[in-house]
Every structure is written in structure tokens, then in C-alpha cells.
């Protein structure tokens, strides 16, 4: 192999994929970065078998050639490389020689023929996405997915067409979120559960994407490609809870007020929780009165009293601070809704301007 590149383009490619790369023991090929050069382009290809991802880009291609070398090592050289020339990559004795400006490296290969192939799905559901939509639609769900592989349906993103929306939901069971967004739908699109290990990966891969994404799937695999980036991910099998069983149909008690007059008060009522995060909410609608209070008795208590629009019935409840928090990345509207049905059921959560986004938070017991 022998060609010759711009920094920034094999930086960009390199850093995205050497992220993907990682440490195993029994194949130590899967640390590495596969370059391959062919028909005026470079093959970047990085794969951990959970995710895999092929970005490719136009170089000057003197010599075709294909080489697997440690993805941290040209990572790091070329994090640290300050040069406005183009650098070129040459195989020499099997391991690959990279000269920029005045700094010449070498790095010791490893097999390429150990490299696993990153699969291209076949005969999948074909759709296509703006990019802006799909990664809104999996960051604003994520977070509430669970972490343990005791049940991967609850480790993921599921992903389902319905109506003129694509909806992605996620829960660990004691909270639960779901983004709809508006679009086309996807010709015989059903659903997939996609590992929320994985969805990190999607976002950071395709955050800089504009336009459309092209997205195909079937019941293996899942596959995203936009502007020379391919990226597969595995699917779980599994069946994801009929969780809109748990939305309630009705409420007793509604309270509105300012998304950040909230943030700003629950902040505030964590320097004082105690080791469960337990946060106290009392919305009394007939004395127009709402408050939120913690109580630690080796540090003290607070009670924030937020100005708020209270209907309903009075309720006092107990939540777990940190999962409240976690959503309001995902609620675009000034004013934010909290919504009671029961003392033991679910408090919903809404921006009041934009209903695309439904959260659900389990209360705690005193």
C-alpha cells in the first residue's frame, strides 16, 4: 500500500473508528484499524462484533494495499501531529510507515487476514431518515435504558414505526421514555431493539451527518450509512413490555411551571437528599401551593416552593432525584408538566408546548 492523504480526513476517519476498536484477549486483531486503499479511496474499518464501522474517503492511491495496525497508536500519533501537509501512509515489510512534515513513524502490523468482516445486510427493510431526527430520537431516550444483560430488551432502544411517527422508547422499569418523531413511514418497518451500548456509538459516529441517513434492517442486524460511513449494529431478540399498559389514561393532579425553575430547585434539593436521592413532592392545588422537599439528617433539609399552575387534587409523593433530572435534556418547551394519578403510580412528565416527548418516573416508597 502507498498513498497519500490530507491529515484532517484520516484523523476524522481514524479517531471515529479507533473508538469502536478495543481490548480482547483472545483476538488481539479486534484493537486494531484496518486500512485498506483501492480505486482512489482509503477503507477505514473498525469492529469490536457488537458494532462494526467502514468510513471511506478519497486519497491519492499509488499502491493498493490493505494493512491492520493498533487503533490507539495512529490515533495518538495523530492527535499529536501538527502539520498543514498531507501525510503518507506506506506498507513497508508488512508494517505500515506514516510520514507528516518532518516526523516519520513506523507501527508494527498484525495479521489482516484475522480482521473480521463487517457484515452488509441483505434483503433488509430499507428507510431513510434525516439525521437531525434520528439522533434526536435516540438521545432523548437512552439514558432510561437499563445496564444489565440479565434482560437485554431492557438494555436497548427499541424502535418501532406507527402511524406517520418512527417512536423510540426506552425503560429499565423504573422509568420509562419515549420520543416520537414526525416523518414518512418506513415501508415495512415493524420495530428493532437496538443495545444501548451500541446507540452511543450511532450518535457519536454520525453527530457531525447532515441530511439523510440511509437505515436497513432486518431481524439480525442493523445498518446506518450517510456521506462514506457505514455503521451495523446487532439487534437483541427479545420482546420489548407493552409499556403503554403503565401510562395512565387519567390524572388527578396536574402541576406547571418553568422547566428551569425546576431544574433550579431540584439542584438545590440534592445538596440535601439523603443516599437514595429521595426527593419529597406535595402539590396542594386548593392552597395553589407546590413544593419539593429533602431532608438528610447528617447535612439538613430543604423546601423549594417553585411558582406553579397546580389543578386537581392534593398529592404528596416521593421520586428518585437523579431519574427526574435526566430527562429534561429531552424537553424542548419552556414549561414542563407533571402529571399524578395515584399515590403508588407513575408521575408523567411533558413539555407543555411539545408532546412528542412522554417520561414516566416510578414513585419511591417512604
Not at 38 to 60: C, H, Q, W
Not at 118 to 138: A, C
Given at each position: 500500500m502507498k498513498i497519500e492523504c490530507t491529515k484532517e480526513k484520516l484523523f476524522g476517519a481514524v479517531s471515529k473508528a479507533e473508538k469502536i476498536s478495543g481490548k480482547h484477549l483472545t483476538l488481539p486483531v479486534l484493537s486494531c484499524i484496518l486500512l485498506e486503499?483501492?480505486?482512489?479511496?482509503?477503507?477505514?474499518?473498525?469492529?469490536?462484533?457488537?458494532?462494526?464501522?467502514?468510513?471511506?474517503?478519497?486519497?491519492?492511491?499509488?499502491?493498493?494495499?490493505?494493512v491492520a495496525v493498533s487503533g490507539s497508536v495512529l490515533s495518538g500519533f495523530l492527535s499529536n501531529l501538527y502539520t498543514d501537509k498531507n501525510i503518507k501512509l506506506e506498507t513497508i515489510k508488512g508494517n505500515l510507515s506514516l510520514t507528516g512534515g518532518k516526523t516519520s513513524i513506523t507501527i508494527k502490523s498484525l495479521p489482516h487476514e484475522d480482521f473480521p468482516t463487517?457484515?452488509?445486510?441483505?434483503?433488509?427493510?430499507?428507510?431513510?431518515?434525516?439525521?437531525?431526527?434520528?439522533?434526536?430520537?435516540?438521545t432523548s431516550v437512552w439514558y432510561a435504558s437499563g445496564t444489565s444483560s440479565m434482560k437485554p430488551e431492557l438494555s436497548s432502544v427499541y424502535m418501532y414505526a406507527e402511524d406517520d411517527s418512527l417512536v423510540f422508547v426506552a425503560t429499565d422499569s423504573f422509568r420509562l421514555a419515549e420520543k416520537r418523531i414526525k416523518t414518512k413511514k418506513p415501508k415495512d418497518f415493524s420495530h428493532v431493539l437496538i443495545p444501548f451500548k451500541n446507540v452511543l456509538e450511532i450518535v457519536r459516529i454520525f453527530e457531525e451527518v447532515k441530511g439523510e441517513i440511509t437505515v436497513e434492517a432486518n431481524k439480525n442486524q442493523?445498518?446506518?450509512?450517510?456521506?462514506?460511513?457505514?455503521?451495523?449494529?446487532?439487534?437483541?431478540?427479545?420482546?420489548?413490555?407493552?409499556?403503554?399498559?403503565?401510562?395512565?389514561?387519567?390524572?388527578?393532579?396536574?402541576?406547571?411551571?418553568?422547566?428551569?425553575?425546576?431544574?433550579?430547585?431540584?439542584?438545590?434539593?440534592?445538596?440535601?437528599?439523603?443516599s437514595f436521592r429521595q426527593v419529597h413532592m406535595k402539590a396542594d392545588p386548593k392552597k395553589e401551593v407546590f413544593e419539593v422537599q429533602t431532608k438528610n439528617a447528617d447535612v439538613g433539609e430543604s423546601i423549594s416552593s417553585p411558582e406553579a399552575a397546580l389543578t386537581g387534587e392534593p398529592i404528596e409523593i416521593n421520586f428518585n432525584f437523579k431519574y427526574i433530572?435526566?430527562?429534561?435534556?429531552?424537553?424542548?418547551?419552556?414549561?414542563?408538566?407533571?402529571?399524578?394519578?395515584?399515590?403508588?403510580?407513575?408521575?408523567?412528565?411533558?413539555?407543555?408546548?411539545?408532546?412528542?416527548?412522554t417520561y414516566l418516573v416510578m414513585p419511591m416508597n417512604k
Open positions: 486503499a483501492k480505486k482512489n479511496a482509503l477503507y477505514v474499518r473498525a469492529t469490536n462484533l457488537d458494532v462494526g464501522v467502514e468510513i471511506s474517503f478519497p486519497v491519492k492511491v499509488d499502491e493498493e494495499g490493505i463487517i457484515p452488509k445486510i441483505q434483503d433488509g427493510t430499507v428507510f431513510h431518515l434525516e439525521s437531525t431526527d434520528l439522533l434526536k430520537g435516540l442493523i445498518s446506518f450509512s450517510a456521506e462514506g460511513i457505514y455503521l451495523t449494529s446487532r439487534v437483541v431478540d427479545g420482546v420489548f413490555p407493552d409499556y403503554k399498559q403503565i401510562i395512565p389514561k387519567k390524572f388527578g393532579t396536574e402541576v406547571i411551571l418553568l422547566k428551569q425553575d425546576l431544574v433550579n430547585t431540584l439542584k438545590i434539593s440534592n445538596i440535601f437528599s439523603d433530572m435526566d430527562c429534561f435534556q429531552s424537553i424542548d418547551a419552556d414549561s414542563v408538566s407533571l402529571e399524578f394519578s395515584a399515590l403508588n403510580r407513575p408521575m408523567v412528565m411533558r413539555g407543555v408546548a411539545d408532546r412528542s416527548f
